[in-house]
C-alpha cells in the first residue's frame, strides 16, 4: 500500500468555505466570540462604506505574538475535540478564518502582544495566483496602511481584524452607503441579543463593552428580567458530570409591557415566535425562541420564556454546526426539559386566565356581562343594570329603541376580529383608562338625572364598584 498526503486545493477549499451560510451579524459575532475568549473588556467594531470600505474590529485582549497569530490563520487552528477552558467560546479552530472570509476577499488580523506588532493576511486572489496555502506575513510598512493601525498601537495588547474587498456585501447594490447602515442595524440587534449577559456584566463573568462606530451598545435582556416573574426556583440538571442550568421566566401581560419593553422582547411579532428555550453556550446566546418540538408555539405559552445554560465541557453531546448557529439539546437534556415545560406553560396559562377573571369579576359592576348559556356556551350582554345604561333607558322617551338597540349591539360584537386582534397582540386602544374630566363630566349627567340627596348619596356608593368610575374612587370619595 502507497499512502500519499493528499492536500485540499487551496482556492477551491477556501471558496467553498465562504458558503457555509454566516450572515454579516453571525460572522461578526463569532469575531467577537475570540474576543471573549482573549479575555477583552472592549471592542470596537468600525463600518466604513466609502472609497475602499472595510469592516474592523479591534479588541483589548491578550493579543497573539508571531507563532500564535501564524496558528490563529490556520484553517484548523485547534482540535474540535480538545478540552478548552471553561471561559473559551471557541470550538472548531475555524471562525476567525471561515466567519471572515464569508463576507470579504482580503483578511488582515494584526495584533499587539509583549510591545511587538505582527500582522497576517488572508487574500483570495493572491491565494488563486499561487494556487497554494499563501499566508502574507506583515512586515511593519505592510502593516502601517491597514485601516486602525494607530489605535491599535495605542493598546498594551490586543488584535486588529479587518476585512477588506467587501464582496459580499456590496454584491448588487447602488447606493453602498445605505446598505451598510441597514448591515450595522442588524449587527448592532444581533451582538445586543447574543452577547447581552455579557454586556450587561452579570456576576461571574467578565463586563465587556462593545462599540460600533463609537456608539456604545446596549443589552437586550430578552428575558425583560426585572419584570418578569421566575416561575419556579432554578433547576440544575446533572448531565455526565456536568451541570445544565434551567431558570423558567414568564414574561408580563402585554397591557403592562411599555413600547420600549416589546421591543425588547422582539416586537409584537416577536412575543409570540419568540417563546421558548434560551440555549446558552458559556452564557454567549446560541439559539433562542424554540420548544425544540417538545411543545408547539402556541398562544398560551407564549409568555414563557426558559434560560438554558450549558457548559462548553457538555460540547460533544450536542450538536452543534460551525457557525454555532444551530444547537440540538441531547435526548438525557430534553428529557429534563420536557418536565419542566409541563409546570411553566401552566403558568403562563395562569397569567392569561387571569384577566379573563378579572373582567368579570363578580363583586364589580359592567357594562358587559359574560353569562354561561345553559345550553353550553358563553355569551356576552349589555349589563341593563348598569347606572348608564339605566339613566338612558329611563330618560329616553321611546325605551323599546333602546332596548333594540343593546341587543343589535350585543349580537354583532366581532368576536373573530377581535379573537385576531388579541392573539396577535394588537394594541385595542379602547381598553384604555377614561380621562379624569371625561369621567367627572359622566358623573355630572348622572347625578342630574336624581331627584334628591338621599338618590345621590346612593347613586355615588353604587357607582364606587362600577366601571369606569371604579378607577378613580379618589373623584366619587369627594363628592360623598
Ligand atoms: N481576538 C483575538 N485575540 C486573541 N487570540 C485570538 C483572537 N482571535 C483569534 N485568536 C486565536 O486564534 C485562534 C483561532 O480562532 P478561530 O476563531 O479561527 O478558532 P476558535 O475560536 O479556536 O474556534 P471556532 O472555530 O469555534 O471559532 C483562537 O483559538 C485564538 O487562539
Ligand atoms: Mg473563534
Not at 483570495?124 to 491597514?146: G, H, P, Q, R, Y
Not at 420536557?338 to 373582567?359: C, D, H, L, Q
Request: with cysteine; net charge negative; hydrophobic share 40%.
Amino acid at each position: 500500500m502507497e499512502v500519499v498526503s493528499l492536500p485540499p486545493n487551496a482556492p477551491v477549499l477556501m471558496e467553498a468555505t465562504r458558503a457555509i451560510g454566516y450572515s454579516i451579524e453571525t460572522a461578526v459575532a463569532d469575531i467577537i466570540d475570540n474576543s471573549v475568549t482573549a479575555h477583552a473588556t472592549e471592542v470596537h467594531i468600525m463600518f466604513f462604506p466609502i472609497g475602499n470600505p472595510y469592516v474592523a474590529i479591534m479588541d483589548n485582549g491578550s493579543g497573539m505574538n508571531e507563532d500564535e497569530i501564524k496558528n490563529a490563520m490556520r484553517y484548523g487552528s485547534k482540535n474540535p475535540l480538545d478540552t478548552r477552558a471553561s471561559g473559551d467560546l471557541g470550538r472548531f479552530g475555524l471562525g476567525l478564518k471561515t466567519a471572515s472570509m464569508s463576507q470579504c476577499r482580503r483578511l488582515t488580523v494584526i495584533s499587539k502582544k509583549n510591545d511587538a506588532i505582527v500582522g497576517a493576511q488572508w487574500d483570495l486572489d493572491f491565494i488563486e495566483s499561487t494556487n497554494d496555502w499563501s499566508l502574507k506575513l506583515l512586515d511593519s510598512d505592510d502593516v502601517a496602511d491597514i485601516p486602525h493601525i494607530d489605535q491599535l498601537k495605542e493598546k498594551v495588547t490586543g488584535t486588529l481584524v479587518v476585512w477588506q474587498a467587501l464582496d459580499r456585501l456590496s454584491l448588487g447594490d447602488a447606493n453602498f452607503d445605505q446598505t451598510m447602515g441597514k448591515y450595522m442595524d442588524l449587527v448592532r440587534e444581533h451582538l445586543s441579543l447574543v452577547f447581552h449577559r455579557y454586556l450587561a456584566g452579570e456576576q461571574g463573568i467578565k463586563k465587556i463593552e462593545i462599540f460600533m462606530n463609537n456608539v456604545k451598545l446596549e443589552p437586550i435582556d430578552p428575558f425583560l428580567s426585572s419584570k418578569s416573574t421566575q416561575v419556579m426556583a432554578d433547576e440544575s440538571i446533572s448531565i455526565e458530570g456536568h451541570k445544565v442550568m434551567v431558570r423558567p421566566y414568564t414574561l408580563p401581560h402585554i397591557s403592562q409591557l411599555s413600547e420600549s419593553d416589546i421591543s425588547m422582547l422582539g416586537g409584537k411579532d416577536g412575543l409570540r415566535k419568540l417563546q421558548g428555550f434560551y440555549v446558552y453556550r458559556n452564557k454567549r446566546l446560541l439559539v433562542w425562541g424554540t420548544w425544540f418540538r417538545l411543545m408547539r408555539q402556541g398562544d398560551l405559552s407564549k409568555l414563557a420564556r426558559v434560560r438554558v445554560d450549558i457548559p462548553n465541557s457538555l460540547d460533544y453531546l450536542w450538536t452543534l454546526d460551525i457557525k454555532k448557529s444551530i444547537a440540538v439539546p441531547p435526548e438525557a437534556v430534553r428529557r429534563n426539559l420536557a418536565g419542566i415545560i409541563g409546570k411553566i406553560s401552566e403558568s403562563s396559562k395562569r397569567t392569561w386566565v387571569f384577566r379573563g377573571k378579572k373582567e368579570t369579576d363578580e363583586s364589580k359592576i359592567h357594562i358587559w356581562n359574560r353569562v354561561k348559556a345553559r345550553q353550553g356556551g358563553i355569551f356576552y350582554e349589555i349589563n341593563r343594570d348598569h347606572p348608564l345604561v339605566e339613566a338612558v333607558s329611563s330618560n329616553a322617551a321611546n325605551k323599546q329603541l333602546v332596548e333594540k338597540l343593546l341587543q343589535q349591539i350585543e349580537r354583532s360584537l366581532p368576536l373573530n376580529q377581535l379573537y385576531i386582534d388579541l392573539t396577535n397582540d394588537e394594541r385595542i386602544v379602547n381598553e384604555n383608562e377614561v380621562s379624569q374630566s371625561d369621567l367627572s363630566n359622566l358623573l355630572e349627567q348622572l347625578l342630574a338625572g336624581c331627584r334628591d340627596v338621599k338618590e345621590r348619596e346612593m347613586m355615588l356608593k353604587r357607582l364606587a364598584s362600577t366601571e369606569p368610575f371604579n378607577q378613580q374612587p379618589e373623584l366619587l370619595r369627594d363628592l360623598i
